[in-house]
């Protein structure tokens, strides 16, 4: 809010958008885990952070001044959800990489 490229808005303007932003999160996450069927521990913590923060913001028990810091405190809980996300993928992706390579040159060197 303090930059000099972005506007500035008024703290309840704040609170309402951040509201807005952290509960899309949320059903974002709550639906992917419902049509996915995964229930692991990280995405249920991941989802009662969110709720939590949700309810403080709503009940005004975070103060004016410290929105800024909540909302890099929750880019950076969001993007460290999605890096872990995005590490699992890839090494599941190289792991089967290597299967498949092994697998195949097995085939070749007895055929």
Do not use: C, P
């Not at 909540?70 to 890096?83: I, Q, V």
């Not at 590490?87 to 055929?111: H, P």
Request: positive net charge.
């Amino acid at each position: 809010m303090n930059k000099k490229n972005e506007k500035m808005i008024s703290y309840s303007q704040f609170r309402i958008l951040f509201i807005s932003i952290v509960e899309k999160e949320y059903n974002k996450v709550q639906n992917r885990i419902q049509k996915t069927n995964l229930r692991k521990s990280k995405n249920k913590e991941y989802l009662n952070k969110l709720e939590k923060l949700i309810n403080e913001l709503k009940t005004g028990k975070i103060k004016d001044q410290d929105l800024e810091k909540n909302k890099r405190a929750y880019d950076k809980l969001k993007n460290d959800h999605y890096l872990h996300l995005w590490v699992f993928g890839i090494l599941s992706v190289v792991v089967l990489l290597i299967i498949l390579t092994t697998v195949l040159n097995l085939v070749f060197v007895y055929k």
